[in-house]
């Protein structure tokens, strides 16, 4: 078990940037696969984005690629978002997600952090 803890949950306006941080705090995650992902009101939690555990492979979901940016530093054992050019229908609590494997696109993950919420006002 990866207990994993987001930061940098904010409110911004439409157009702005964010950079949200998800920390291990025990084990490395080296070995972890992760994921991004978010779950507005009323609709189902979503993958944004994911990365191997050595960073080398990435995805993106349609609605986010080209403006958010998955990456991690091993070294730090954490794991980063940077979310540009945010839009309203962004809104929602973000979750960052690790599982036991080099790579990873399913929702079935082992580790789940407790979410960090991002509202993006008109």
């Known amino acids: 078990q990866v207990h994993l803890v987001e930061s940098g949950g904010t409110l911004v306006q439409a157009g702005g940037s964010v950079r949200l941080s998800c920390a291990a705090s025990?084990?490395?995650?080296?070995?972890?696969?992760m994921g991004w992902f978010r779950q507005a009101p009323g609709k189902e939690r979503d993958l944004l984005a994911a990365i191997s555990s050595d960073g080398a492979n990435t995805y993106y979901a349609d609605s986010v690629k080209g403006r958010f940016t998955i990456s991690r530093d091993n070294d730090r054992n954490t794991l980063y978002l940077q979310m540009d050019n945010l839009k309203p229908e962004d809104t929602a609590v973000y979750s960052c997600a690790a599982k036991y494997s080099y790579w990873y696109l399913g929702t079935n993950y082992d580790n789940w952090g407790q979410g960090t919420q991002v509202t993006v006002s008109e």
């Open positions: 025990e084990r490395t995650l080296s070995n972890y696969a």
